[in-house]
């Protein structure tokens, strides 16, 4: 190989380059963004499990939340609260 048919193969071959990186990019950020909607989204439908506003036992009040545990109002805690109360009429 000559050096002119090299000299004209290097912009070509930066440009494969660039191109290569800028996809490996997006493509890794891609994934890692989806990675955290999937573990919020799985958060969030745990959260949904929480019974404390349809309880008989809850207040809505900011200091007393719930009359009967209070310290796991609205917490991940209360999801298989024993005193659990539909105060719904259905």
Known sequence: MSI???SELIPAIFRLVFIVAIALGSFN???SAWKSVKKDWQHLRRLHQIPCDRCVFFTGE???KCTVHPSKAL???AIDCMDYQC???Y
């Open 75 to 77: 917490k991940e805690e």
């Open 62 to 64: 900011y200091n007393l």
């Open 87 to 89: 105060n719904r009429s």
């Open 4 to 6: 002119q048919v090299i």
């Open 29 to 31: 950020y891609l994934r």
